[in-house]
């Protein structure tokens, strides 16, 4: 299993806590390559963008990731 697949396993487990999920996407993020960000963050807004969008828009806008 490659980081990304973990990350994503992790956040599927956690996604029941926003304050979890906040935590467990900063933490993973760290863990990837930019490439593997861009995939996340498709992945996240699919998953998650009804329940957690405003968490992800504060996160995946920073300068870094935009």
Same mark, same amino acid.
């Given at each position: 299993?490659?980081?990304?697949? @973990?990350?994503?396993?992790?956040?599927?487990?956690?996604?029941?806590?926003?304050?979890?999920?906040?935590?467990?996407?900063?933490?993973? *993020?760290?863990?990837?390559?930019?490439?593997?960000?861009?995939?996340?963050?498709?992945?996240? @807004?699919?998953?998650?963008?009804?329940? @957690?969008?405003?968490?992800?828009?504060? *996160?995946?806008?920073?300068?870094?990731?935009?």
């Amino acid at each position: 299993m490659n980081m990304l697949e @973990y990350v994503k396993m992790i956040l599927e487990k956690v996604s029941f806590d926003k304050n979890l999920f906040e935590k467990e996407l900063l933490k993973g *993020i760290k863990s990837l390559i930019p490439s593997e960000v861009k995939e996340l963050r498709k992945w996240c @807004y699919a998953k998650f963008g009804n329940m @957690y969008q405003k968490i992800l828009n504060r *996160i995946f806008n920073r300068p870094q990731f935009t």
